[in-house]
C-alpha cells in the first residue's frame, strides 16, 4: 500500500496541466492557478507562443494581490469580453466576475485589457448578487441584478433586463423587460456574426422553455419558434435547434435537429428550412460552434464522437466530416466568429487529455497541448456493454479495466452516473482514478443514463418528472448487468455521483441496497419534497416536478430519499459529501439525510 500511497500522493501534486484558453481577437486568454498563484493568474498569450513547450504569459490580474489588497476571499468567476467590431481586432475591455467564497452570487468589475487594471469609474456591480450582465457596445451594458424588493424571481435570479448607459447610475436604467415572479429569470444579449450584430431578450419561464425576442430599434419582435428550441445567428442565417418535433414550413422536424432558414425572411413570415443534422435513434448533435464562415458541430454518435466542418458556398451547404479518435470524449470546442482556427481536447479513460488545434477546410489537426501519462495503462481496455433496463430499454455504458481472467467474487468496482438535465457522461482521463483505482486492479464503470443527452432531447426527456424513476431503473440495470456478466457482486460493487448524481446514487440504495457495497453521495439533492424552496431549486422544477401540485408530490414522493429511508432496512456504507458555500445545491440536504440515517 505504502508505494501506492507515495505515487498517488505524486500524482495529486502534479502540477501538469492544459491552460483552458478562449479566442479573443489575436490572443489566447487563459485563468491559471498553481502552488504559486492558489487564487490564479488571469493571463494571455498569442496562438504563436502558446504552441511553444512553454509559452510565454502577459498577466492580466493576479486575484492572490486583488484579494490581499481588499481582504477579500476572491474566487474567479470568469470575464465576459466585448465582441469585436471587425476580425481580428483586439477586445479592450471585459467584465470580470469575482466571487467571495466561490458562490454563485458575484461582484462584477469592468476591466481594461491593455492597461491591465480595472477602469475607474467603469462599469460596476459591488453588490453580490445572481448578476446576468452582458456586453452591449462599449458604452452600454444589459444587466439583471438583485435591486431590492420584488427584483428577484422565486428562483433567486434577476425579474428585469435594464439597458445601462456609462456614465449614468444604475438606478435610472430603463428596464426593457419584466419577467414574472414565477418565471427562472429574464436575460439579454447581443450576438455578433460577421459585420452584423443582433440584441436577443429571452424570457425563461424554466429550463428549455424560454421566450425569444429581437430588439429592433424600441420595439420587441417575438421570434416565432418553440420555446424548448435554441436559437443563433450564422451570417444571414437564423439556426434552429429543436428539442421536440416542430410542424413548420410543411413539415414535421424532428427533435434534435439543426435547421438553417434566412433571418429576415424567416422574421417576415416565410418558412423555408435546410437541415443542417437530423439525429437518429442512436446520435445525437452535442455542439454547435461559430467559425469565421463555418459552423463546427459535434455529435455523439452511439455515445463515441464526431466532428463536422460546414460551410456555405453561396448554392448550398458543404459538410466534411473532420478525422478524429473513433473512441472517446471530445470537449472544450473553443471558436470565435473571427478565427478560422479553433480547438478541442480528446481524452478517454487511458488516453491524457490532448489539445488539439484544427483550421476549417484543413485535413490535419496540430496537437498542441498534452498531459502526461500519470499511471500505467498497460492491458487496460475500455469496452461498451448494454443492460436491458425494467421497461426493455437498451443503457449503454462504458467499462474500463485490466485485461484477465475474472475473480472469484468479482473485482472492486466503481459506478459513476448522473442522468439528468440533458448531460452527457462521457469517458475521462484522470491521475487520480487512474493511479488509485484502475492501476491497482479496480474498474471503473460509467454509466449513460436516461435523463442525460446521450442520445439526444428524448433521452433526457424520457426520464423527466413522472417518469424520473427510469433513471435510478437504469443504473439499477447496469449494476445487475456487471454482476451477471461476472465482473463484480454487491459487496464489490460502489457508486458514485454529485448533484443529480448524488440523488441518483442515494435513491438507488435506498431502492435497492441489495446491490451496492458502498456509496459515495456528493453534493446531493435528497428531500425532494423541499427542494424547491431551498436556493436554487425552484429552477428545476422541469426537470422533476412541483412538489405543491399533488400530482408531482405525489410521484416525487416515492423515490425521495429523505423520505423513503428506512430503520429496518440494511443500508451498503454511504459516504455524505456538502459545502458550506453551495448556494445551487443547500447543504441541508446531506446533513439532513445523514442526520436521519444516525438517529435510524
Not at 490581499?68 to 470575464?79: C, D, F, H, Q, S
Not at 434566412?262 to 435513434?281: C, D, I, Q, S
Not at 467559425?291 to 459535434?298: E, K
Not at 458556398?313 to 482556427?341: K, N
Request: glycine share 10%; net charge positive.
Amino acid at each position: 500500500f505504502e508505494p501506492l500511497r507515495r505515487s498517488l500522493q505524486q500524482t495529486l501534486e502534479s502540477r501538469e496541466r492544459i491552460p483552458a484558453v478562449e479566442q479573443q481577437g489575436p490572443h489566447l486568454l487563459n485563468f491559471w492557478r498553481d502552488a504559486s498563484h492558489p487564487r490564479g493568474l488571469w493571463r494571455r498569450t498569442t496562438p504563436a507562443e502558446f504552441r511553444k513547450d512553454q509559452p510565454a504569459w502577459e498577466t492580466l490580474l493576479d486575484l492572490d494581490a486583488i484579494a490581499a489588497a481588499e481582504k477579500e476571499n476572491w474566487v474567479w468567476k470568469g470575464a465576459r469580453c466585448l465582441a469585436p467590431e471587425t476580425p481580428g481586432a483586439a477586445r479592450s475591455r471585459c467584465l470580470v466576475s469575482l466571487s467571495r467564497g466561490g458562490a454563485d452570487a458575484t461582484v462584477v468589475r469592468e476591466f481594461d485589457l491593455e492597461a491591465k487594471r480595472f477602469v475607474p469609474g467603469g462599469f460596476a456591480l459591488p453588490n453580490e448578487a445572481k448578476h446576468n450582465v452582458e456586453w452591449r457596445d462599449i458604452d452600454s451594458l444589459w444587466v439583471g441584478t438583485d435591486t431590492g424588493a420584488g427584483s428577484l424571481t422565486t428562483s433567486g435570479y434577476p425579474r428585469t433586463v435594464r439597458l445601462w448607459k456609462r456614465g449614468t447610475p444604475l438606478a435610472s436604467a430603463p428596464v426593457l423587460f419584466e419577467a414574472q415572479p414565477t418565471d427562472v429569470w429574464a436575460s439579454a444579449t447581443t450576438e455578433r456574426s460577421g459585420a452584423r450584430r443582433h440584441d436577443w431578450v429571452l424570457r425563461t419561464l424554466g429550463f428549455w422553455n424560454v421566450e425569444r425576442y429581437l430588439l429592433r430599434g424600441e420595439q420587441l419582435l417575438r421570434v416565432q419558434v418553440p420555446n424548448d428550441a435554441t436559437t443563433s445567428v450564422f451570417g444571414d442565417w437564423l439556426l434552429v435547434r429543436t428539442r421536440t418535433p416542430w410542424a413548420s414550413g410543411g413539415r414535421t422536424w424532428p427533435g434534435g435537429a439543426l435547421l438553417a432558414t434566412p433571418m429576415e425572411a424567416f422574421l417576415k413570415g416565410e418558412r423555408r428550412f435546410e437541415v443542417l443534422y437530423e439525429p437518429t435513434p442512436r446520435s445525437a448533435l452535442s455542439n454547435v460552434r461559430e467559425a469565421r464562415g463555418a459552423l463546427v458541430l459535434t455529435e455523439l454518435d452511439n455515445v463515441r464522437p464526431r466532428v463536422w466542418e460546414l460551410t456555405h458556398d453561396g448554392q448550398a451547404w458543404q459538410r466534411r466530416r473532420v478525422a478524429l479518435p473513433e473512441q472517446g470524449t471530445l470537449g472544450g470546442l473553443v471558436t470565435a466568429w473571427d478565427s478560422d482556427s479553433y480547438y478541442l481536447t480528446h481524452q478517454d479513460f487511458t488516453t491524457p487529455t490532448t489539445l488539439i488545434e484544427r483550421r476549417i477546410g484543413v485535413a490535419e489537426g496540430r496537437a498542441v497541448k498534452s498531459l502526461p501519462r500519470f499511471y500505467d495503462a498497460t492491458g487496460i481496455t475500455t469496452v461498451q456493454h448494454e443492460a436491458t433496463s425494467r421497461d426493455g430499454t437498451r443503457i449503454p455504458y462504458f467499462v474500463a479495466l485490466r485485461e484477465g481472467p475474472k475473480v472469484e467474487g468479482g473485482r472492486p468496482t466503481l459506478l459513476y452516473g448522473y442522468g439528468g438535465f440533458a448531460s452527457s457522461s462521457l469517458p475521462w482521463y484522470s491521475g487520480t482514478f487512474g493511479k488509485g483505482w484502475l492501476e491497482p486492479g479496480g474498474v471503473l464503470v460509467l454509466a449513460n443514463l436516461r435523463g442525460g443527452g446521450e442520445f439526444g432531447p428524448e433521452w433526457h426527456r424520457s426520464a423527466q418528472r413522472e417518469n424520473k424513476q427510469r433513471t435510478w431503473d437504469d443504473l439499477a440495470a447496469v449494476a445487475e448487468d456487471l454482476i451477471r456478466r461476472g465482473i463484480t457482486s454487491p459487496r464489490r460493487l460502489g457508486i458514485m455521483g454529485g448533484s443529480q448524481g448524488g440523488l441518483l446514487v442515494t435513491a438507488a440504495m435506498v431502492q435497492r441496497p441489495e446491490l451496492f457495497g458502498a456509496v459515495v453521495s456528493q453534493v446531493p439533492l435528497v428531500d425532494m419534497l423541499r427542494y424547491h424552496q431551498l436556493l436554487a431549486g425552484a429552477s428545476w422544477m422541469a426537470e422533476y416536478g412541483n412538489p405543491d401540485v399533488p400530482g408531482d408530490r405525489a410521484f416525487i414522493a416515492k423515490y425521495s430519499p429523505y423520505q423513503n429511508v428506512k430503520k429496518e432496512a440494511k443500508y451498503p456504507r454511504i459516504f455524505l459529501v456538502t459545502s458550506t458555500r453551495d448556494d445551487r445545491v443547500h447543504p441541508g440536504h446531506a446533513r439532513k439525510m445523514a442526520a436521519r440515517m444516525l438517529a435510524q
